[in-house]
């Protein structure tokens, strides 16, 4: 069966650490890859995407890579802040079709 | 100014009762979608729609009908609700399927509890 799997327990890291977060899927083969963060009581917002052509890519302090042979990809936030707590979910686009699938999502948690 | 705005934000309401779900979006996307949130955090798709046309509807009860009146608005109707509708509904929208990032621009969601 076709399953997204994240970190299922919640992230308790030391501000200024490097949070990693983990996405692993199987039976499935996307085109792309997407992560969003989302807030208590907010709607997820987007963060990143990598195509699968892609092994890598990042944006100020955050990095993802796309590894397809392993079937997962990985979200990297450096220097962590507490203000970086939060649920982060990772998504599949399988055929571009318009028709995302969501991890359960990882909760982060950055102490001071 | 809000991107995607949904209404309301909480709904509670008894079994058997129909509710809707307004969205409105000013981002000038074709493309709408409605995701479902339950208790556990999975967010799973349930409809798409592009320039007002149906495009997705996930295995969702008959119970659920969504209405876009236009590009810019999707709507949901549940008729006859039950305790396990009871979840966090988000609205959506992008550029269409195949063009642009794919990227979703999501609502702030609507509570919805079933007593």
């Known amino acids: 069966s076709q399953k997204i799997e994240q970190n299922s327990e919640a992230l308790n890291i030391q501000e200024g650490k490097t949070a990693t977060l983990t996405c692993n899927y199987t039976n499935y083969s996307p085109a792309y890859l997407q992560w969003y963060r989302q807030d208590p009581g907010r709607g997820p917002v987007f963060l990143l995407l990598i195509r699968e052509n892609e092994k890598e890519k990042r944006k100020e302090r955050l990095k993802v890579t796309f590894d397809t042979t392993l079937k997962q990809s990985l979200f990297h936030i450096t220097a962590s802040q507490p203000a970086d707590s939060a649920t982060y979910l990772c998504a599949l686009d399988i055929h571009q079709g318009g028709k995302l699938i969501f991890g359960q999502g990882t909760e982060l948690s950055v102490k001071p | 100014d809000t991107a995607v705005s949904q209404t309301p934000k909480y709904l509670v309401t008894q079994m058997g009762n129909d509710k809707s779900i307004k969205c409105e979006q000013n981002?000038?996307?074709?493309?709408m979608y409605w995701y479902k949130q339950d208790s556990k955090k999975f967010l799973k798709i349930m409809f798409s729609y592009n320039n007002k046309e149906l495009i997705i509807n996930e295995t969702v009860p008959n119970r659920f009908s969504p209405k876009s009146p236009d590009k810019a608005h999707l709507n949901l109707h549940i008729n006859s609700l039950e305790l396990g509708d009871s979840a966090v509904y988000f609205c959506a929208s992008s550029q269409p399927p195949g063009q642009g990032t794919g990227e979703l621009f999501f609502g702030e969601g609507s509570r919805l509890t079933v007593l």
């Open positions: 981002l000038g996307h074709d493309t």
